[in-house]
């Protein structure tokens, strides 16, 4: 039978962003191969009624979703709901092709269970990546789009580039995420500022009636956080996604001082500044937890404390595809000791 444990030490042998790469063949086959993918997901996309829910007036069989930034150019989304994956993320896309950074630019680190990466949003630009999502739009599974601005737009051009995305993608995608928490870009994250967020938003609801999310960083103080939220909130935005990668170099030994860290050593940190964001945002949006989530009691805790739907990619490198069964698998069994029969009995159970 196979085993991902084997798979794992042949990929590790190789260095993290080839792995990747070999995975994203292996999953674009396998989107494309009708038996195995039906094999799959038959074993792995759990469809209880008990997990499914409508945000924003869409159907989530289940809240396990892929994260932004496994799936840059919208390749591999057939194959997330043979994963079980109740809803997937493509992206970050920018307006037009881009490298990224230097290489070497992803890092593993096995016993912390936790991941650097430094790829500066490398992608193949809205138009190859559109072309790539109308093939596959709409899908079974939610699918969401997660725009950035070109590494060489200045600041002060930022925001067309985000029209031109959001006008791009708002068709072909079930809601749209701003992404401007990227460690990766030089000076993105200043746009996570009060001024810029209204500004965005409210053109960005000028545009379009799709859900439009924010997705935060986690090294921010936690009233800033929550004033920059009210600001989206405010503007128009559908709901808050926390959080991106951390530049907290402190949480892995000897990690490189340059990117952002996932994984592991994320947990505490984006468990914290989301229980925080939970008790003053719950019920005033939706809520979308992302940082260290491997585990079904971890993605629990953080519905209780208001997250209507979590993401992981990088414990997906540690744990394999069986994870997201596992999560579900896992959050059924207590949702069941806590006495709920439906997920949304659960979103923010520790905060009522
Ligand atoms: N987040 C984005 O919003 N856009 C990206 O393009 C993006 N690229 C990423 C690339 C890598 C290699 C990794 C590990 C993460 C990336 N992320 C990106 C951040 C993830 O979406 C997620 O917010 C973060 O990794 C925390 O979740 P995790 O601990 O489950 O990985």
Do not use: W
């Amino acid at each position: 039978m196979f085993s991902y444990d084997s798979l794992k030490k042949i990929l590790f042998k190789f260095d993290p962003e080839t792995a990747h790469n070999i995975a994203e063949y292996g999953l674009r086959v396998l989107g494309k191969c009708k038996i195995a993918k039906a094999y799959m997901q038959k074993k792995n996309y759990i469809t209880d009624p008990k997990l499914t829910q409508k945000v924003f007036g869409v159907t989530f069989a289940n809240p396990v979703g892929l994260a932004a930034g496994f799936d840059k150019n919208a390749t591999m989304i057939k194959a997330m709901q043979s994963l079980g994956f109740g809803f997937t993320e493509i992206g970050t896309m920018t307006p037009k092709p881009q490298d990224g950074n230097a290489k070497p630019r992803m890092f593993r680190y096995p016993e912390f269970k936790s991941v650097q990466n430094a790829m500066g949003f490398n992608n193949k630009g809205a138009h190859k990546v559109l072309k790539n999502l109308k093939k596959v739009y709409p899908f079974d599974i939610p699918i969401g789009a997660n725009i950035g601005k070109n590494k060489t737009t200045p600041e002060e051009f930022a925001l067309s580039d985000y029209k031109s995305l959001i006008k791009k993608f708002e068709e072909t995608s079930d809601y749209l995420v701003i992404n401007i928490s990227s460690p990766n870009t030089p000076n993105l994250r200043d746009l996570q500022n009060e001024k810029f967020i209204t500004e965005l938003f409210t053109m960005a609801r000028e545009l379009t009636e799709k859900p439009i999310l924010l997705k935060i960083a986690p090294d921010m103080e936690v009233q800033m956080a929550i004033n920059l939220c009210y600001s989206a909130i405010n503007a128009g935005a559908a709901g808050i996604i926390a959080t991106n990668t951390t530049i907290d170099y402190s949480l892995v030994p000897n990690c490189q001082s340059f990117g952002g860290l996932s994984g592991a050593c994320l947990t505490q940190k984006s468990g914290d500044l989301f229980k925080e964001l939970g008790k003053e945002l719950f019920g005033k949006t939706v809520l979308i937890s992302v940082g260290g989530i491997s585990t079904g009691a971890e993605a629990y805790e953080r519905i209780k404390n208001g997250a209507t739907l979590v993401q992981s990619y990088s414990a997906l490198i540690f744990e394999g595809p069986s994870m997201v069964r596992k999560i579900n698998e896992e959050i059924l069994e207590l949702m069941a000791k806590d006495g709920y029969s439906n997920i949304s009995e659960a979103i923010g159970a520790n905060l009522k």
